[in-house]
């Protein structure tokens, strides 16, 4: 990984001119300076945070007992971060990664759980790794009911793009021969333990459209390019030095940098798209230095937008001209518009008599699956589109809660009953209503205006839950499970970590933002393929879709660069 002089290019011209320009280290933006450096341009990869460098994550090989809280926060710890701490995946451990909510504050007219990393890599080193594809029927949700605008694109322009992407990150998983489910190219899978193969049987017995699959997950089962094998540790989010998940630290950033086309330029908050209202292209970017607070401008051929789509709708908003009083490339009006998050809290779980002679060795970091299977055949009363379920059965420790001193020891020897515990992602509608703007009343640590969110599940949204609660309670009970226990509460928008949609794909201009290869209907030479894209959500984890989509826009920028349309 690179050491010092990598962030600065010593043999920049003196006005900061690169081939493209890359805005953010995350799963997009790594994938994007990847295929743009590997294809021999010189790339600059602004990230706003601060450098973090493989294999060096500071609580990888930590013990519990290195923790002064075991993992817990501390009162300062939430004062500091009221908004990160509402996401399970701040702790003790990992709080090092998120970004300070008091130095960083945003509007909210309805709450949303912008959930931010601050450092190089983005949330690549956060996310929970689910790799799915989108399938056509996802592609066509919109078409067929009403919903949002039509995707320019179908599974069949992504195909072989998934195939690429998930050859390179290296994903686990089962050919399921699922119909409706696609498969990809997969390493072996992780190994369900004996109560999820009983769940998987069961549910096959009393059900004909639920599938029960081992989780398909970006760690790695063999050795892939230099990666070795997942650890089975089960502390991915502290970051993995053996670089056995997909992140950008430990993929696709190095892969770049072995090109020698990479500049990296962390502490880089990206402020605006500079516009040429001459030659009707962007041609370059403002960025503030977060550390000196100084502005600077850097000059590229080509923008690529990845900055995350919360990020990457500032940008667009603050970049207003002549040309664009509403902001770059919002001639449509739906820069910022069509916020959606999945909807998540399920959490139903159940006693699983008998394997009580059975234990499990190790763990492993994915879980099963069941894939959307509503509204595919039949239609649901109450609420269009679906959701998919995931679970994971485990031991109890054999606690009872009126034991203490010596009597508490001996029964944490001993292992108690099974259970399995239920949960789900459910897909957000296209809302125009639900979105992002730009409050000039209010300034941010860096005097620019701040992010409002006025965004909110609707009643799809809300059906779809019930339905999902009562379906998980339902399939417990059908399969003969015991002691069902319900405690789902509905997340807050943000709260799944996958916005997107603010800056939608479409065959119209005066509809969307980008065509069918995420370029700037308006401004050619711009590309955003971070979750802004989305013109829906799907159920699914949408990082492989990133990823996908990510290196298509980067053939095809190449191609019309060549062609001198760019």
Not at 198 to 211: E, L, M, S
Not at 273 to 279: A, N, P, R, S
Not at 416 to 444: F, M, V
């Amino acid at each position: 990984m690179p050491n010092d002089s990598t962030y600065i290019n010593t043999k920049a011209t003196t006005n900061n001119t690169f081939d493209v320009i890359v805005v953010g280290s995350g799963i997009s933006g790594g994938w994007a300076a990847k295929e743009l450096c590997e294809k021999g341009l010189k790339v600059l990869l602004l990230e706003r945070g601060e450098p973090l460098d493989h294999p060096n994550y500071p609580t990888a090989n930590k013990d519990p007992w290195d923790f002064p809280l075991r993992n817990h926060l501390s009162i300062e710890d939430k004062k500091n971060h009221p908004v990160q701490s509402r996401h399970y995946s701040f702790l003790e451990e990992t709080k090092h990664y998120f970004i300070n909510d008091l130095e960083n504050p945003y509007e909210e007219v309805k709450r949303f759980d912008w959930v931010r990393a601050n450092k190089m890599g983005g949330r690549s080193l956060l996310w929970a790794r689910a790799c799915y594809r989108f399938t056509d029927t996802d592609f066509e949700a919109n078409l067929k009911d009403g919903h949002g605008v039509d995707w320019p694109i179908r599974y069949k322009d992504l195909a072989t793009w998934y195939d690429y992407v998930e050859s390179y990150i290296g994903v686990s998983g089962n050919q399921d021969k699922l119909s409706y489910f696609h498969d990809g190219i997969f390493q072996p899978p992780f190994e369900m333990n004996i109560a999820e193969k009983h769940f998987r049987d069961q549910v096959a017995k009393k059900y004909k459209d639920r599938h029960v699959i081992i989780g398909r997950s970006a760690n790695l089962t063999q050795p892939l390019n230099g990666r070795s094998q997942c650890q089975a540790r089960n502390l991915c989010y502290r970051g993995c030095p053996w670089g056995a998940y997909f992140s950008s630290n430990s993929c696709t950033i190095p892969a770049a940098i072995a090109t020698g086309n990479l500049t990296i330029r962390p502490y880089s908050l990206v402020n605006r798209v500079l516009y040429d209202e001459q030659k009707q292209r962007a041609t370059g970017v403002e960025i503030i230095d977060t550390k000196t607070k100084n502005e600077s401008q850097f000059f590229a051929k080509i923008i690529f937008l990845n900055a995350s789509t919360v990020s990457t709708t500032f940008i667009l908003l603050n970049s207003t001209s002549k040309r664009f009083p509403n902001g770059l490339g919002n001639d449509s009006d739906q820069v910022g518009r069509n916020l959606m998050d999945h909807h998540k809290g399920i959490s139903v779980s159940a006693e699983v008599p008998g394997f009580e002679d059975s234990y499990y060795f190790g763990r492993k970091p994915t879980n099963i699956y069941i894939p959307r299977f509503k509204n595919l055949q039949n239609k649901e009363k109450g609420f269009v589109r679906g959701f998919h379920l995931a679970a994971n059965a485990y031991r109890t420790r054999g606690v009872e809660s009126s034991e203490i001193g010596a009597a508490l020891k001996e029964s944490l020897t001993e292992a108690g009953n099974w259970r399995i515990s239920i949960w789900a992602n459910g897909e957000c509608l296209p809302y125009q209503d639900n979105r992002i703007t730009l409050n000039h009343q209010k300034q941010d640590a860096f005097g620019r205006p701040q992010l409002s969110f006025d965004c909110s599940f609707k009643e799809n949204e809300k059906a779809m839950w019930t339905d999902m609660v009562n379906t998980s309670k339902e399939m417990l009970e059908a399969v003969g499970y015991q002691n069902i226990k319900d405690q789902s509460k509905m997340s807050f928008p943000g709260n799944a970590n996958h916005e997107m949609g603010t800056a939608r794909m479409g065959r119209d201009p005066k509809t969307s933002v980008l065509n069918a290869f995420n370029q700037m209907h308006a401004v050619k030479n711009v590309f955003i393929t971070d979750g802004s894209f989305m013109t829906s959500s799907s159920c699914v984890n949408p990082s492989l879709t990133y990823m996908a989509i990510t290196a298509r826009a980067c053939d095809y920028a190449i191609k019309e660069l060549k062609k001198n349309n760019l």
